[in-house]
């Protein structure tokens, strides 16, 4: 009898066997650190997740996971892995992941966003193909440049009359970015340079949005607790994107009222905004559409200068290089065109490395799994959120030789790119994803760049030495200097 009773649990090593013969495969979310009860990794993180994540990837692998709350973080770290996410399964992980702080239902971003749209459909794939036509195209651009010159040259005359006074390079630089976008979007200035050294108003309302979009967010790792909006930031965002609007609100209802009272179509003032009015787009596209393309434009352009300026200060040689390419280059020019940059060979590849060293978006936006897949053999769940985190990527000494110095000379002996084709360097990311401003970047930040050395020798304030020049980081959206660049000009014959 007792031999009876024993003998289903000798049968049990079987059962389980079968068992797993049996039953569908238990699929393998990639490695990563041991999440803590309820917490998850979120304390992991620091306050510099690129660098934490850089670091964890040496232990983990190119392709890892963290639990952040409830929610499941998949991080590719390596060009590999930004291949299967950003072009082998592009299509399945190109979902957005909208931060709870967006004040704008799901729904609705997927009909007015360009930025927060959840999936590429219909009305995202309608306001790319606009932009793409009326704002980044080589035609519009290239129509536009004398217009980006005169803001460049304003910027200019602006520095010759604080000679010998500190100005912060960052407020100046995001002042002429704003200009530069506002005037084509709506024909109007939207900054002062006296008003912006004062007060920064206009670039305060941007980081404020840029700020609250990207702070940890219990509401992002809670899901159950978002209606709360415990840390109000869903509220700083709508107050700061009303403010921002109020900036050309008047002037689209203006246009919507002569178009009105006209009968006949567009205006003969062809700027974005009628554009947009020709293809009927509605206004709260509209309002979305510009506080996005402003805050982006604005800061990203305004950051990667600050750091190609900052970069050019600590690092003589190279600058000594860029100012004696522009004087072979300008020799019978009294100001910068266009034009004249695509022989600036040195300049453009100072500003590749800029952007390879201090990528503006250090883990790209965030994407979504729209389905489940399988990714380098490990399986990416449905919603899981997704970054690639290219500061890692770009810093990768099995790519780089010496990555963590800023060599320029680099991109001379190579043709890497930044338009998404190279996958080793995509501080615009790629695939369905990529930046759609990527064309007007690319012009603006060298022209701009290339102005400043040309036309001024530049100091740090009290006699300090470069060597001295803070480079600290500060995490965001977008990846910024800690201290600002103050700097002193001073006219170059």
């Known amino acids: 009898m007792e031999s009876l009773f024993l003998f289903p649990f000798f049968l049990l090593p079987l059962i389980f066997f079968l068992i797993i013969k049996v039953s569908p495969k238990i699929t393998q979310l990639p490695p990563g650190p041991t999440p803590w009860p309820l917490l998850g990794n979120i304390f992991h993180m620091g306050k510099m997740p690129h660098i934490t994540l850089a670091n964890f990837a040496k232990t983990y692998g190119p392709l890892m996971s963290l639990k952040l709350g409830t929610k499941l973080l998949v991080v590719g770290s390596s060009t590999c892995a930004a291949v299967e996410i950003l072009k082998t399964h592009d299509r399945i992980l190109s979902g957005r992941h909208v931060p709870n702080a967006v004040p704008l239902k799901r729904s609705v971003l997927d009909r007015i966003s360009i930025g927060w749209a959840s999936e590429s459909k219909y009305g995202w794939r309608f306001l790319r193909t606009v932009c793409k036509n009326e704002l980044f195209s080589s035609k519009v651009l290239e129509s536009q440049a004398c217009l980006r010159e005169e803001k460049v040259m304003e910027l200019v005359e602006f520095l010759r009359s604080k000679e010998g006074q500190v100005v912060n390079i960052g407020e100046l630089v995001f002042a002429t970015a704003l200009n530069m976008l506002s005037n084509v979007m709506i024909s109007k200035d939207m900054a002062n340079f006296d008003n912006e050294t004062e007060d920064g108003e206009i670039r305060n309302l941007v980081r404020g949005l840029v700020e609250a979009i990207s702070t940890p967010n219990i509401s992002d790792f809670y899901p159950i607790l978002g209606k709360l909006d415990l840390q109000g930031l869903r509220e700083k965002a709508r107050y700061v994107m009303a403010e921002i609007r109020s900036n050309w609100e008047p002037i689209l209802e203006e246009r919507r009222q002569r178009r009105k009272n006209k009968e006949s179509g567009s205006s003969s003032q062809q700027d974005f905004l ?173 022209l701009v760049l290339a102005s400043l050395v040309h036309f001024f020798d530049w100091e740090l304030p009290h006699g300090k030495c470069p060597a001295e020049l803070d480079m600290t980081e500060k995490f965001g959206v977008t990846l910024q200097k800690k201290e600002p660049l103050l700097l002193i000009p001073k006219a170059r014959k």
Not at 363 to 381: F, G, N
Request: glycine share 4%; net charge negative; proline share 8%.
């Open 274 to 446: 009628e554009a947009l009015l020709d293809n009927g787009v509605p206004n709260d596209c509209i309002h979305q559409l510009f506080v996005e393309l402003l805050s982006a434009g604005s800061d990203t352009i305004t950051s990667t200068i600050e750091w190609a300026m900052a970069e050019l200060i600590k690092n003589v040689e190279p600058m000594k290089k860029v100012q004696e390419e522009l004087e072979i280059e300008l020799s019978k020019s009294d100001y910068l065109k266009e034009s004249q940059l695509l022989q600036m060979s040195y300049v453009q590849a100072c500003v590749k490395e800029t952007l390879r060293l201090h990528p503006p978006a250090p883990l790209l936006l965030p994407h979504r799994a729209i389905e489940s897949c399988q990714v380098m053999s490990y399986t990416i769940p449905k919603d899981a959120q997704i970054m690639v985190n290219v500061w890692a990527i770009t810093r990768d000494p099995l790519i780089w030789e010496e990555p963590e110095m800023f060599r320029p000379q680099r991109f001379l002996r190579s043709d890497m790119d930044f338009k998404g084709n190279d996958f080793e360097f995509l501080p615009f990311g790629a695939g369905r994803r990529i930046c759609p401003g990527l064309p007007m970047a690319a012009i603006k930040v060298p």
